[in-house]
DNA sequence: CATGAATGAGCGTTCATTCAT
DNA sequence: GATGAATGAACGCTCATTCAT
């Protein structure tokens, strides 16, 4: 979380220099502050889409959250569709680098330990991001159609993973013998409202809290989810994990 | 205002009568065309929600794909709001009546084979009701306020339903030890989004059918999900269902 | 108020006869039926315009009251335009026939009484017909174009009227040297909102009714009036009246 | 997160400061155009609803005499109800500045002077906002609820100040034995109508302004309202007024 | 003759986007 | 760069009138 303020954003500076030719405090300032706002009105808009999904959400409401004029959105955002773009975007990136193949390298961990890890990986990003995950953890019909498409694609791609993982685990003898298109369909369902829930649990209505304090704990969320996903309801002891 | 009785109301009268005692073809086709329209609306309107959602759709898109004009639409239902209500209403009762409480009366069949006929009733209600199916499994941030309110009661059944019943397998010696709420949400989860991929697998698209070609017989999902709940992906055996 | 259907009708009958050559019972009947089902639409739509005014009432309003089809109202009536400027018309000739200019022939009675004779008239006339009256009685502005120029044309007839009659008074000394148009206005206005408020002291709400009830009177209502306008509010002896 | 304290929001603060307590000529114009702008589309609504009454005034007639567009005039306006609104209170306000009780006070002017006064001063304010006083002078019936509220609320105050001058002139001997209820209501239904005939002669239309020329002279209507509620028609001479 | 389903222009209102200041 | 007034297409809904039955 700790930056170096500077050398982030020298690239942008630098560009910004171009233009001026001697760039000064000022200049340094006028992007900082660029940046600032333009994080704002993605906060704003985070909050927003959350609580009223994309159709349902106007631009009056962004800024009213923002506290900006109607046209300084416009200055930062070519639209509302724009702004909610980037907002997914960011997340799916931030997802996207959470979780890992798994390595059967030598050297490399215990397939289930690989597994267990991006399992928590996973759950602590969507409880650091609750806001954005909210967002994408919905049906994506309530989007604009750029972004519906984005995500069902990143969904579409977590499938492949879970799918040629599944694969790779039933060579291994590591998994049963059944439909892994089918089983990996499931356990993404199940992720997927297992972790609405559990951003319920940290919400700020506290009669939900108490209804979902079962998922209050995000690191046992993880677990239990695994395994629910490996051993099923049954008590028949499961050797792995 | 002194008038001669006489027989001028007789007609009537008798007309009247004719009307509610005897219905003669007109008055029976006029009903059935009646019927027949009102039906065509909903199915339109299913459509729509199906492909926009609740907001995003606009009567205009109903009338238009039921090819009739804007006033007839509310000749037949009194708002969008309405007709979006009847349609999850409709679901919500056809899902219910699919759904039985699981029996351990000395001659009932056992437990797990109530269970998997539950689960086939419901899969094959799905499949049969494909549109309406797709409405309400999306997240109900897209409905109206009414109508979000009973579908979400509706699942909240469902989760108590799948409490108790985990409850009773526990005490049973059939389900292991594990937090209830949580495993019950996550199946709840791995089902709709198992429901929602057979549904593409019964969809038009035909690039999409092919993609979900595993969730093309009903039966076998209903099978397979029950089994992955029940044993997860390991291949340990379990000596139950 | 007694009458006899048949003869009154004669005419009607006749015209009917025409077409048949041989009229028997079932075209007098038909006719007979006609009148009251277009009486019953005209007292509908009385009701409805004194509650809602022309513009706000609805045909639905109308034919809801008439208990008819929406069809059989356009069998009687070529607009709701045209019903509502029926019942103005019948007003209007209701209270034209109850005005009588004033006589000074030798034999007539003293103009005075000749025009507290009219005030009682058209007092009694506004009671008997309350609806019609209350339709009138509104400021036209709320009417369609068509019955607004009548009902405007109707109530400068009756300044020219007044203004006639003072000027008369004037000249036989009977009335002040005053501005006729003026005080014929301020008359006509007072005459008018007294009328308004008797209908109320008649209408059907009772803490209505109990706030004017010193309008429940027509009889008085017309006396009081007529000494108003003759005398004013000073005690000064009137010799007149 | 962490960040090196800098001078980075100075430059806001100073023109967050700068904007509220130096607003320069830019802010004051624009606070200028926004009052005009208002005050034109409450100008246009007042002639569309004088022109229309309440509910057959259509919004599209409102931005059509202001020329604006739709969304334009409910950025002024929440809706078509809230500018009648303002526009009926206004009036109503600017009558009740105009009416003084009268006072009996030792030192006071002659009751008679006072009531003179205002009659005056309510004749010239109606004059002066003749579009406005032609709406409030219409039949409520053809108002929203609340103004029609407000307006009967208005003219129901206005008649209870009558009856009381009406009975305290009673007791001074000065108003006759009469029914101050019912005298009360024709002196104001004669009030109103003479002062919807004054504004006529204060319209556009050339016959209208020559059929009503007698009203053209608000102070002679005033006191010629006066000289017949206090003394009627008749020409015996009162000693008061 | 009576019906009531059907029509579509019109209503009041919202909101994403533009642009002069 | 920042503003917020202005825009107008689109929304859900109403209602006087028509017409096939």
Redesign the pocket.
């Known amino acids: 979380m700790m930056r170096v303020p500077d050398e982030v954003d020298e690239p942008e500076v630098l560009d910004a220099a171009a233009d001026e030719l001697a760039p000064d405090g000022r200049a340094l300032r006028?992007e900082r502050?660029?940046n600032e706002?333009r994080e704002a009105i993605l906060v704003a808009a985070q909050r927003v889409f959350r609580d009223k999904g994309y159709h349902q959400?106007?631009?009056?409401d962004i800024i009213d959250d923002a506290r900006?004029?109607?046209?300084?959105f416009?200055?930062y955002f070519a639209?509302?569709?724009e702004v909610f773009s980037q907002l997914v975007d960011e997340f799916l990136r931030l997802i996207r680098t959470q979780v890992r193949r798994i390595s059967l390298e030598p050297g490399a961990d215990a397939p289930l330990d690989q597994l267990r890890a991006n399992f928590r990986r996973v759950v602590a990003t969507v409880v650091e991001h609750d806001d954005l995950a909210s967002i994408i953890l919905r049906d994506p019909i309530s989007f604009d159609e750029d972004s519906r498409g984005r995500v069902d694609h990143f969904f579409s791609q977590v499938l492949d993973l879970l799918v040629s993982a599944l694969r790779m685990g039933q060579s291994l003898r590591l998994v049963r013998d059944c439909d892994v298109h089918m089983v990996a369909v499931t356990a993404l369902g199940g992720l997927r409202l297992a972790l609405v829930h559990m951003l319920m649990a940290h919400g700020d209505d506290p009669v939900v809290r108490a209804r979902e304090r079962a998922f209050s704990h995000a690191e046992a969320v993880a677990d239990e989810l695994m395994a629910f996903f490996l051993r099923g309801m049954t008590p028949a002891p499961a050797t792995v994990g």
Chains 1, 2, 3, 4 share one sequence.
């Open positions: 006028a502050r660029r706002r959400a106007s631009v009056h900006i004029a109607r046209g300084t416009y200055l639209s509302k569709q």
